[in-house]
């Protein structure tokens, strides 16, 4: 496929990230040209150092991977790393709130975001679909929209089971035209990968997403 590398936000969110690791993964995304690098907010202004003038993104997570602080407390999370220079922010939904049936607070939750930011980034909404039933993935998908994200994102990878392409498929007839959907969480072959854009997804956020590009590599040489 032709530019599959602009798919991937090349992501390494683990807790025992390390500075080297860090380093890898920016310079495998320069190496590459992925669209983006995604990390925690502590990396940010690194990443920014590392990637500058390469014209690869820099997206950070917000109220991850649970969604269960504050609107404050994501707000000032999301302030801090546009401030250190994110150009995205990947931002996890109150998901107990969502299941309680709480659409005000859910969708205030994440416009709280969206204001602090001003406009400076991309909002991707993680929705966690593994832990939500078909008409609450709906409801997060019209949620995300009215509250002005730009994205809603299948996961954080951190919950079980990740991107599943019906549920990306659904997320899509949903929002249309009107959002981007991000596929995320055990993307880890070029067959997966296929699958979630065929599902509809328009960016894919994977660890892997290397050996993705080698193994599309193999198989356009071995063609």
């Given at each position: 496929?032709k530019?599959?590398?602009?798919?991937?936000?090349?992501?390494?969110?683990?807790p025992?990230?390390?500075?080297?690791?860090?380093?890898?993964?920016?310079?495998?995304?320069?190496?590459?040209?992925?669209?983006?690098?995604?990390?925690?907010s502590?990396?940010?202004?690194?990443?920014?150092?590392?990637?500058?003038?390469t014209?690869?993104k820099?997206?950070?997570?917000?109220?991850?991977?649970?969604?269960?602080?504050?609107?404050?407390?994501?707000?000032?999370?999301?302030e801090?790393?546009?401030?250190?220079?994110?150009?995205e922010?990947?931002?996890?939904?109150?998901?107990?709130?969502?299941?309680?049936g709480?659409?005000?607070?859910?969708?205030?939750?994440?416009?709280?975001?969206?204001?602090i930011?001003?406009g400076?980034?991309?909002?991707?909404?993680?929705?966690?679909?593994?832990?939500?039933?078909?008409?609450?993935i709906?409801?997060?998908?019209?949620?995300?929209?009215k509250?002005?994200?730009?994205?809603?994102?299948?996961?954080?990878?951190?919950?079980?089971?990740?991107a599943?392409?019906?549920?990306?498929?659904l997320?899509?007839?949903?929002?249309?035209?009107n959002?981007?959907?991000?596929a995320?969480?055990?993307i880890?072959?070029l067959?997966?990968?296929m699958?979630?854009?065929?599902?509809?997804?328009?960016?894919?956020?994977?660890?892997?997403?290397?050996?993705?590009?080698?193994?599309?590599?193999?198989?356009?040489?071995?063609?």
């Amino acid at each position: 496929m032709k530019n599959l590398e602009k798919y991937f936000d090349h992501t390494l969110l683990k807790p025992d990230a390390t500075m080297d690791q860090i380093r890898k993964i920016c310079m495998e995304a320069k190496k590459y040209s992925f669209y983006a690098v995604c990390i925690n907010s502590c990396h940010v202004p690194f990443v920014c150092r590392e990637l500058k003038g390469t014209g690869v993104k820099v997206a950070s997570v917000v109220g991850f991977p649970l969604g269960a602080c504050d609107s404050e407390t994501k707000a000032f999370e999301a302030e801090r790393a546009v401030y250190n220079g994110a150009d995205e922010i990947d931002m996890v939904i109150n998901i107990g709130a969502l299941k309680d049936g709480n659409e005000s607070l859910v969708e205030k939750d994440i416009q709280r975001v969206v204001e602090i930011c001003g406009g400076q980034a991309v909002i991707k909404v993680i929705i966690e679909t593994c832990l939500l039933t078909r008409e609450e993935i709906i409801k997060a998908c019209v949620l995300s929209e009215k509250a002005g994200a730009h994205f809603v994102k299948t996961s954080t990878g951190f919950s079980g089971e990740g991107a599943v392409a019906s549920d990306v498929k659904l997320m899509k007839e949903t929002v249309g035209n009107n959002l981007k959907v991000k596929a995320s969480g055990g993307i880890r072959n070029l067959k997966a990968a296929m699958q979630m854009i065929e599902a509809g997804a328009d960016r894919i956020g994977a660890s892997a997403s290397v050996a993705i590009m080698e193994e599309l590599k193999q198989t356009t040489e071995n063609k």
